[in-house]
């Protein structure tokens, strides 16, 4: 939101200081200011100056030498200008003085082009005329200046005064950062009371006064809403006998401070109170409403629309229209109809102060792919309690200037007012919070000088519908300590009871995974939600896989970055990447981050978000390295013992022979396993990779860190060791479940000590050996009862085809 300090001032008519002193006045009291430009920062010693004489320059065909009149005296100046003339007033920048441009001869400086004394072709001239860009404007904000030439001024113009101040460039522009919380802050009104409360100045808002004829507007024109839930509000006044013309010089020079360019008294008018009161609005020829009806609807699925811009747009039911008798005539909220606009012709105007659904504005100029100052204004949500102080705003200035003829009375479609909110005072809370000692008078002294009127006979602060965000006693407490200075509140020790407390269970599983990952030898990283469609051709995910129906982004930054990850491998492969390409060594990566799962119906359920645990390795490490850090972590949150690894699991991007599922209690809750060559060959990493990644859900729903205490073992323990020649394509994993199955109630642990293959071992088959070790907690074992175990174990073993080696 940017501003004039005239026109705040406008308002405060008090106030004087200075721009840097008004920034950080504003900023301390809660209304940041991010910035400030002052106007003629570049220009000095420019004063309104009248020629006397012209003569022809005796040595230049294409200069005139000027006797120009500057309220003190008669200086000589050189000019090429072709457009001036005895008589004319013009601006002339004096001897030492400084402009924004231009082509005569100066000494360029910071802060502008400084004028010196200088000779032309022989010829002294002691000044310069100047253009409108010269300035520091442009002949679209000044549209009666010349296009190439020097600026006329009018004739009623004083001699000798300052050019600058005629222009209104003695001035400052300030850019507000307002939240999107102070609705009311989007308005010159809004920010000049802000601006009377923190310098404890009177707040003197415009007066409207009443207007109108005798006649009724309902015979001119009637408004039905059929979207009350969008549309809370909409009031409708008319003007006839329009009277199209330049604006008066103040109400341009106020629209040019805030980079608004004038147009004309009509199209201004409207500008103006957008600005003024923070209300857009719109003027239709209601010589081309058709019916003299205004319906406010919404639009039909894929109606066609062509707005004020020249563009046609494509509409859904959810767009909320503004309709005539027989058509569309805007988009309500963000742009007219190009069907409907003002032209110079014009002779009956209706015009529309409405409030709009806030949400459904933003949608709408998101799906249209249009987005104007008022949908701006609008997306924040608008007291509709504003909109008939702005529309009679507006006629008033229809009369006061000549535009046309108001017609009495106002169409008001509003039928569940907005009334004000009551929140109870507590002077003691309010201390208590800021840790002050403020009087019950002083604050209700700062409310009121916010409009933030108190009830003494409920004890209650009453707050009007435009201030949104007093909600509770936190809010009022807000109010006092940025009014009250947050440079005189005291510093204090914290008070409370204290309270004992812990992360969710959640947290604390992903921070297990974190420090295991850690000690493991990972590091951090963060990578993208965002992606391109293309990683998965990168990952070799073929087509029609449920991984390629991804969540499309509708405003994307590129292609890159249009679809929500369903995968988190493509982060990690680039930052492996990254590091090998720079020849880092020994690389090992994790990221704790979601992907995004598309539900069953977009347009009313969002997406799945699944935390994935996403492990990257290459350098020193393997497959089994990986499958230990998985290990590390299901043992700390109490999962150890259950899991297993299924090598069809058949991921595409994984190497075939290199690759399992990790299941738990028949469940898949992750994979592991070596990057694809190809895959490796798509990202530039030239040495094998390893990657695992879990599905956090899955391991939250299942862990537990519940720890039952065994003590000590007081009886020995037995071992056994056996030696198999196991058919290869037999894992591991199935003999150690045998194992654990037949191995009875004595059996403590079992331990894999030798795996071999080779020439000793026949073709399609493997040397595998375990160590078996028995003990009972409440008495030493006899020889009878660990054979009894091993037997079983043993005839199990065999009856999957296991052999004992001899």
């Not at 956090?696 to 198999?724: C, L, Q």
């Amino acid at each position: 939101m940017n501003t004039s300090l005239s026109w705040i001032k406008a308002y405060v008519p008090d106030l004087d200081v200075t721009a840097q002193e008004y920034t950080d006045a504003m900023t301390l009291s809660g209304t940041k200011v991010e910035g400030y430009e002052v106007l003629d920062a570049d220009l000095d010693k420019i004063v309104i100056a009248q020629i006397k004489e012209i003569e022809k320059h005796p040595d230049a065909d294409k200069l005139v030498v000027c006797q120009v009149d500057i309220g003190s005296e008669v200086i000589q100046i050189v000019t090429g200008a072709k457009n001036v003339k005895v008589g004319d007033k013009v601006p002339v920048v004096l001897v030492g003085g400084r402009v924004a441009g231009g082509h005569e001869p100066g000494q360029r400086v910071e802060g502008g082009l400084k004028i010196s004394k200088g000779k032309l072709r022989g010829v002294e001239s002691f000044g310069m005329m100047c253009s409108i860009e010269e300035l520091g404007g442009t002949t679209e904000m000044y549209p009666e200046a010349p296009t190439d030439g020097i600026y006329i001024f009018p004739e009623d113009v004083k001699i000798g005064e300052s050019a600058i101040a005629y222009f209104g460039l003695d001035d400052a522009v300030f850019e507000f950062e307002v939240t999107s919380n102070r609705v009311d802050c989007y308005s010159i009104i809004g920010l000049a009371r802000e601006t009377a409360a923190t310098f404890r100045l009177p707040f003197v808002p415009p007066a409207v006064t009443a207007t109108g004829n005798n006649e009724d507007v309902n015979d001119y024109v009637k408004v039905t809403v059929k979207d009350e839930e969008l549309c809370p509000r909409y009031c409708a006044r008319v003007v006839k006998d329009i009277k199209i013309a330049p604006s008066p010089e103040w109400l341009r020079r106020r629209l040019i401070s805030v980079g608004i360019r004038p147009i004309n008294n009509l199209v201004d008018i409207t500008n103006y109170i957008m600005e003024e009161y923070g209300q857009p609005m719109h003027a239709f020829d209601l010589d081309h409403v058709a019916g003299k009806e205004i319906i406010v609807k919404r639009a039909a699925a894929g109606e066609k629309f062509v707005t004020l811009d020249g563009q046609e747009r494509t509409l859904d039911d959810s767009v909320l229209m503004i309709c005539d008798g027989e058509k569309s005539v805007g988009i309500a909220g963000i742009m007219g109809g190009e069907n409907s606009m003002i032209t110079d012709e014009v002779k009956t105007v209706l015009f529309e102060a409405a409030c709009f659904d806030g949400t459904n504005i933003r949608k709408s100029s998101k799906k249209i792919g249009l987005r104007t100052d008022a949908s701006t204004k609008f997306e924040k949500g608008l007291d509709p309690n504003n909109a008939k102080a702005a529309i009679d705003r507006a006629c008033q200035l229809v009369e006061e200037l000549g535009v046309g003829t108001v017609i009495g009375g106002m169409v008001d479609a509003y039928k569940n007012p907005w009334k004000e909110k009551r929140v109870p005072f507590d002077q003691a809370k309010i201390n208590s919070i800021l840790g002050t000692d403020i009087s019950a008078t002083e604050m209700i002294k700062i409310f009121e000088s916010v409009d933030l009127t108190y009830d003494e006979d409920t004890k209650e602060v009453v707050v009007p519908t435009w201030r949104q965000d007093v909600e509770r006693l936190a809010d009022l407490a807000e109010e006092v300590a940025r009014f009250y200075g947050y440079d005189k509140i005291p510093t204090t020790l914290p008070k409370g009871e204290a309270t004992t407390g812990k992360l969710p269970f959640k947290l604390r599983v992903e921070e297990v995974a974190k420090d295991v990952s850690e000690f493991s030898g990972f590091s951090q990283g963060m990578c993208y939600s965002f992606e391109s469609p293309k990683v998965f051709d990168k990952l070799m995910v073929p087509a029609g896989d449920s991984l390629r129906q991804v969540v499309e982004i509708t405003n994307p930054l590129g292609e890159d970055y249009s679809v929500m990850r369903t995968i988190s491998l493509n982060g990690i492969l680039t930052s492996l990447a990254t590091n090998y390409n720079k020849r880092n060594k020994d690389v090992r990566l994790y990221e704790l981050g979601n992907i995004y799962l598309p539900s069953a119906n977009p347009d009313k359920e969002l997406p799945e978000e699944r935390m994935q645990l996403t492990l990257g390795m290459y350098g020193a490490g393997d497959f089994f390295d990986m499958k230990g850090v998985i290990e590390e972590l299901l043992e700390k949150v109490g999962m150890k013992g259950k899991e297993e690894y299924d090598p069809a699991a058949g991921k595409p991007f994984l190497h075939p022979g290199r690759q399992a599922n990790v299941v738990y209690d028949g469940v898949v809750i992750g994979y592991l396993g070596e990057v694809h060559p190809q895959v490796l060959d798509n990202y530039n990493i030239g040495e094998k990779a390893y990657v695992a990644v879990l599905d956090m859900p899955e391991i939250v729903s299942r862990a537990t860190f519940d720890r039952k205490y065994e003590g000590i073992a007081k009886f020995p323990a037995m071992t056994r060791d056996i030696s198999m020649v196991v058919p290869r394509d037999i894992l591991v994993g199935e003999i150690e479940k045998i194992i654990a199955k037949k191995g009875g109630q004595y059996l403590e642990s079992y331990r894999l000590f030798d795996l071999y293959e080779g020439a000793q071992i026949k073709d399609g088959f493997k040397s595998v050996a375990y160590s078996v070790v028995f003990r009972a907690k409440d008495k030493t074992l006899e020889e009878k009862e660990v054979t009894a175990a091993m037997t079983q174990i043993l005839t199990a073993l065999e009856e999957r085809g296991i052999e004992l080696r001899k």
